[in-house]
């Protein structure tokens, strides 16, 4: 089961106990997963489909709690995902689909005619657990989050761009800052940052998504840094290596030529220790010597003595 499954499955658990709230989340669900099928002069069907057994049974509860209606409900199988079933939930205009969605904020009686509001309803979000519902709605009626393993991402899609440009208000009332793309005939509002998706896990009520989230973070963020740490040492580690080579080959080339005669004691004296302990670092080397040298000054020596081997090369090739 996917990451946004699981987190869907949580929130369909989630009945709220007050009315507005029902009423709040019950407008997201049927305007981001629902359709109105006209059925006559002043009739209309609501239709309602998702594929996730628990979002079905909760809008049939949130039916019964806020109208008192049994609600049909079909199951179908999906022909193209042959292992996943759709679960359609149809209220009809006998059953009271007409007062419902005038209820819900989304059906609107004008001189005798039905309009259709895209908006978010502002009467049904009025307070902040309001506006929490309505978000878990639109959430379990066409949202996803992506597996935190792979990225981070949170959308919404809708239909409407009424509706987006709402849903992204109400989003960002919580300061989470929340944008929207189109995607053909879609509107998809977004969050990509990690702290902001938790933020709306988290104002949604999905606690359980929310902690296995969080502790994914911590162990990629982890792991990263380990990594940077290990990369980092291995950069460090192959750049003192390159350097002693380049020193002891200095060095063996001075014994070659001219000979360690020509060097000041301070130098042949480092230069020998050089020879002697190929492996050893700055630090090292400069605690052998009598008295200790620290590691700039081990460093400036062996300069000097790469700054005379260059000049001998130099020499040679005049020759």
């Known amino acids: 089961m996917s990451f946004s499954m699981k987190t869907k499955n949580e929130l369909a658990r989630i009945i709220p106990e007050d009315r507005c709230c ?34 079905a049974r909760k809008i049939f509860t949130l039916l019964k709690k806020c109208f008192g209606i ?55 979000i009025e307070d902040k657990c309001c506006k929490r519902a309505y978000l878990r709605g639109a959430f379990l009626g066409a949202g996803s989050v992506s597996d935190p393993e792979k990225t981070y991402h949170l959308e919404f899609v809708t ?35 990690g702290d902001r998706i938790v933020d709306l896990l988290n104002i949604m009520g999905a606690h359980l998504a929310l902690l296995k989230f969080e502790n994914i973070r911590i162990v990629k963020q982890v792991r990263n840094n380990v990594n940077r740490i290990v990369n980092c040492e291995t950069a460090n580690l192959s750049k003192i290596v390159n350097a002693s080579i380049r020193q002891i080959e200095n060095i063996e080339y001075i014994q070659k030529t001219v000979g360690f005669k020509i060097l000041p004691d301070n130098l042949r004296e480092i230069a ?11 630090k090292e080397l400069g605690q052998m010597l009598n008295p200790p040298v620290g590691k700039s000054g081990v460093n400036h020596r062996l300069r000097k003595i790469e700054k005379i081997t260059e000049k001998l090369k130099q020499n040679e090739g005049e020759l």
């Open 22 to 55: 029902q009423l709040a989340e019950l407008s997201a669900l049927i305007r981001m997963s629902g359709t109105i099928q006209l059925m006559g002069y002043k009739k209309v069907n609501v239709k309602i489909i998702t594929e996730n057994a628990a979002i």
């Open 70 to 124: 049994h609600t049909e409900l079909r199951v179908r199988k999906n022909r193209l995902l042959k292992k996943n079933n759709h679960y359609v939930i149809i209220i009809t205009s006998d059953a009271g689909a007409n007062d419902i969605l005038e209820k819900v904020g989304i059906l609107k009686v004008d001189h005798k005619q039905f309009l259709i509001d895209y908006n978010v309803p502002k009467e049904l």
């Open 159 to 193: 239909s409407s761009q009424e509706h987006s440009e709402g849903l992204k208000e109400l989003i960002n009332h919580f300061d989470l800052r929340a944008k929207i793309v189109q995607r053909k005939n879609s509107y998809v509002i977004y969050l990509k940052e």
């Open 272 to 282: 020998e220790l050089r020879l002697d302990y190929k492996e050893a670092s700055l």
